[in-house]
């Protein structure tokens, strides 16, 4: 009796034990294709590339992840739970439209400027993602967009101007734009910002 209760308790340890290399290798791969997204970009990585990164063979990443769009998910999860992006629905707690605008930017562009490298080749690649993760992404700033955009006064031409405007705005290449490309401060481009929302519903 003694001896099956050994046994059973060296089973069950074994399993524990395999199934824990099983998740580290499943995490190694995923910061492997992490770490490859942001340095060369979607698009330039390969499974060959992943693989080595990680120390495995290329069969075991496909056991792991049989198709592009699991890892892509798996990628996604991992960094955006170290990089969270800022929370739309605490902005819709903000009653003035433009203090709302003005916090949302504020939040926005210091995150782009954390997730730059990966968000970069990101946008770069857009049509390597899978095509889930592209409506995810159009439809988390088309969200951010409307949130932004409740409460405001303007009708007709005038609101389909500031909804643009707001778009622009919250768009990563504007910010990129702006500051890499023309060297204007995070809280100037917000300001520049604000200001052509103010205008393009005034105008």
């Not at 330039?44 to 290329?58: D, F, S, Y």
């Not at 409307?146 to 405007?165: D, I, M, W």
């Not at 481009?189 to 393009?200: F, G």
Request: charged share 25%.
């Amino acid at each position: 009796m003694s001896d099956e209760v050994t046994s059973n308790r060296e089973r069950v340890y074994r399993k524990r034990k395999r199934a824990e290399q099983e998740l580290a290798t499943r995490e190694r791969i995923t910061e492997a294709a992490v770490s490859l997204h942001q340095t060369l970009g979607p698009a330039r990585t390969t499974v060959k590339a992943i693989a080595e990164l990680a120390g495995v063979q290329r069969g075991t990443v496909y056991r792991h992840f049989a198709d592009a769009a699991t890892l892509f998910e798996a990628c996604s999860t991992s960094y955006s739970t170290r990089h969270p992006p800022p929370d739309a629905a605490a902005w819709a707690a903000i009653a003035a439209p433009d203090a709302r605008l003005r916090r949302a930017l504020s939040e926005l562009y210091a995150w782009y400027s954390e997730v730059e490298p990966m968000l970069s080749k990101v946008i770069r690649d857009i049509e390597e993602l899978p095509p889930v993760m592209q409506q995810e992404l159009a439809a988390d700033f088309l969200a951010m967009g409307e949130v932004l955009l409740a409460g405001r006064p303007q009708r007709g031409r005038a609101r389909t101007r500031v909804s643009a405007a707001i778009a622009h705005a919250i768009e990563f290449p504007t910010w990129h734009s702006l500051t890499r490309a023309h060297g204007v401060r995070d809280n100037e481009a917000l300001r520049l910002m604000v200001a052509m929302v103010e205008a393009a519903g005034s105008s």
